[in-house]
């Protein structure tokens, strides 16, 4: 299960608002990324207009496909199931799942697929499974049950990954995305664009992820990846921080692990965006993918993290710190 497991949405800054939520593990090896949105009914008709074809242009997954095992057993007791297979690259097929009634949604997500797997491997690498299965829920109840939360989740929250517990040194099994019954029509296709890249983001770096590594970097990796190549603006993909840095408040340090739970959880998520941006763009990306193995490699300590910046990027994590501030009121267009 994704030990980086934690969830966000992404949403345009104009008008709208961009925050996120942190779930809590919630088994041994079990962890849940998703998004938490809050956007108008409005977008649904967008949401249909993506749909340029017909959603069956996919072929129906075979009803033995050993991966629709669990999800069967969840999605049957409310309703017969779809799933199709969706082609990602590399001779890989990933399967989109859901009932008949969240076609739509599952039509954008089956159209999105292959080229969010591709956006995750440029960055990440062909070490993965390239394929995933991702589902569509229809109800609190059925969400919750996909992603073994063992209770009800709260209507905000978008999508959650989730996976089989595995040895250290094997490979994860049963990964999974899942998306909330709401998450197409707050979301709209582009949040679901987004939000699937973050998603596939823990799945491509789970078996190189322990629980308990620091989460300015799982999340802030994940964001990265999925915003990449997007053409997102900074004031849009991290408004808050945008406006401290503006306001000339810059961020003491990196983000702590508490930070990502709660309602300032937004601002947490966005500093983790903006180190990983910095990152890659004041040392380069390789560096940056070469950093997260580090850093997820085990939980970490302020010493640990200062010793792997200077192996990494050649830097001290109090110097790296100060570059990162520094780097930030030019990319906020804050006043210097």
Same mark, same amino acid.
């Given at each position: ?20 939520l942190t779930v809590a593990m919630v088994a041994v090896l079990t962890g849940t990324c998703g998004a938490l949105v809050l956007l108008p009914n409005s ?158 983001t823990h799945v491509a770096a789970r078996a190189q992820t322990v629980d308990g590594a620091p989460q300015w970097m799982l999340e802030g990796f994940a964001d ?37 739970? +709660? ?7 966005? /500093? $983790? @965006?903006?180190?990983? #941006?910095?990152? &890659?763009? %004041? ?32 830097? +001290? ?7 990162? /501030? $520094? @780097?930030?009121?030019? #990319?906020?267009? &804050?006043? %210097?």
């Amino acid at each position: 299960m994704t030990v980086a497991g934690r969830f966000r949405g992404w949403l345009s800054a104009r008008g709208r608002f961009q925050f996120c939520l942190t779930v809590a593990m919630v088994a041994v090896l079990t962890g849940t990324c998703g998004a938490l949105v809050l956007l108008p009914n409005s977008v649904l008709p967008k949401l249909r207009a993506a749909q340029t074809a017909s959603a069956d242009a996919f072929p129906a997954a075979a009803p033995d496909d050993p991966r629709l095992a669990a999800v069967r057993r969840t999605l049957e007791p409310f309703g017969a199931i779809v799933a199709r297979r969706v082609p990602t690259g590399n001779g890989q097929e990933s399967l989109v799942a859901g009932h008949r009634a969240q076609n739509i949604e599952m039509g954008v997500l089956e159209r999105e697929l292959a080229q969010a797997t591709a956006a995750v491997t440029e960055v990440w690498g062909a070490d993965w499974a390239q394929s995933a299965v991702v589902v569509v829920a229809s109800n609190p109840s059925e969400f919750a049950a996909l992603i073994k939360s063992g209770a009800s989740m709260p209507s905000e929250i978008a999508a959650a990954s989730v996976a089989d517990p595995f040895a250290p040194g094997t490979r994860p099994t049963g990964q999974r995305v899942v998306f909330s019954p709401e998450a197409g029509r707050r979301l709209g296709p582009d949040g679901l664009r987004t939000l699937l890249r973050h998603e596939l983001t823990h799945v491509a770096a789970r078996a190189q992820t322990v629980d308990g590594a620091p989460q300015w970097m799982l999340e802030g990796f994940a964001d990265f990846v999925a915003h990449r190549g997007q053409h997102h603006g900074f004031a849009d993909i991290a408004p808050t921080l945008t406006a401290h840095v503006r306001a000339g408040d810059l961020p003491a340090d990196l983000p702590a692990d508490s930070e990502f739970g +709660g309602a300032n959880a937004s601002f947490a998520y966005e /500093r $983790a @965006w903006s180190v990983c #941006q910095f990152v &890659a763009e %004041r040392f380069d990306q390789p560096r940056l993918v070469q950093l997260y193995h580090r850093i997820a490699a085990s939980k970490q300590d302020g010493a640990s993290e200062d010793r792997i910046l200077r192996e990494v990027l050649g830097t +001290g994590r109090a110097e790296f710190v100060g570059e990162w /501030r $520094a @780097w930030l009121p030019g #990319q906020a267009g &804050a006043q %210097r």
